[in-house]
């Protein structure tokens, strides 16, 4: 193995630092590179989010418009319903005190 001198050994050191700075220079730029695409990825993450949040609030309310109106009716029909019956039963009532007391006046009749 022939002997280097002092010279020719600074000059390959220095050749392969360079080479060591042009790597971390490209590096750098990557990283760079990466960093800024991240931030971009963020940034359109969070418009993404915000549109699927606004979406997610306009079906909330119409939702809940819906069962309102829903509510409303059902309550309505159970209030018509609530009255028929009531109905029924007054006549079903009333027509078993009639003929309870056509049996009493049958019997008292007799």
């Keep these: ?29 990557r990283i760079d590179g990466l960093d800024a695409k991240t931030d971009r990825f963020r940034e359109e993450l969070a418009g993404r989010i915000e549109a699927l949040d606004a979406k997610v609030d306009r079906f909330r309310d119409e939702l809940a418009s819906r069962v309102e109106v829903l509510d409303h009716r059902l309550s309505s029909r159970i209030e018509a319903l609530d009255h028929k019956v009531t109905r029924h039963f007054t006549w079903t009532v009333g027509i078993q005190v009639a003929v309870l007391l056509a049996v009493v006046a049958a019997l008292a009749g007799r």
């Design 1 to 29: 193995m022939p002997a280097f001198g002092l010279e020719e050994r600074v000059a390959r050191l220095e050749g392969r630092v360079e080479g060591f700075d042009d790597r971390f220079g490209s590096l750098e730029r």
